[in-house]
């Protein structure tokens, strides 16, 4: 486990990464919702992947049931993302989207595969901007993304992964939440990556200290 560790500098640089690129992302869903957009500060932690899933928990919250939208990525980083809504958040997306009536199940689905796979997209694409010049060869970090499916729905946060259906062994999780002013929204992207896109995000995140 400890060699997966990111060093306290490699952290501190992969959280300023993220935070731009949940920054756009943020800067999108107050575009699309018409809302001032707060963020919390990225969270980072490579974890066995048995304790990821008590990690989302934490994150979320415990006293909560929740449903996620997951897309995968691959190409020179691969993983999986998350975007994870209470429910009360599910409910005011119609509301903050214009509709003038309640939506029913599918149109509310719809809804949520449109503004997980912005934030996904936004995120990702944030991210890649800003280590496609640190790789080991330049211009070759590029991404591309299923299409983005509800995984679940109206569940505890814990029950979202479940470790017997992956064959990693370590999860780099990276989480920031969005919440809305004067709102009960608040959503959760959740980025994971196996070891080894952990080992290149640790050698992009050297050559990114360096460049400083």
Known sequence: MSTMQLTEDQRDAMQEIANIAMGQAGSLLAELLGNFVNLSVPRIKVLALAEVAHAIRD????????????????????????????????????????????????EETELLLDVSNILVGACLGGIVDQIKNLTEAQGTAELGFSAPSVMAESVPADALINPDKLSWTHALLVEVNFTLEGR?????????????????????????????
């Open 59 to 106: 994150m979320v919250g415990s006293d909560i049931d929740v449903t996620a939208v997951r897309q995968s990525f691959q190409g020179y980083l691969t993983g999986e993302a998350l975007v994870i809504y209470g429910q009360d958040g599910c409910k005011e997306l119609g509301d903050l989207m214009g509709y003038d009536e309640a939506l029913d199940r599918s």
């Open 184 to 212: 009960n929204f608040i959503s959760h992207l959740c980025m994971l990556m196996p070891e080894h896109s952990i080992d290149k995000m640790r050698s992009i995140l050297d050559r990114f200290i360096e460049s400083f």
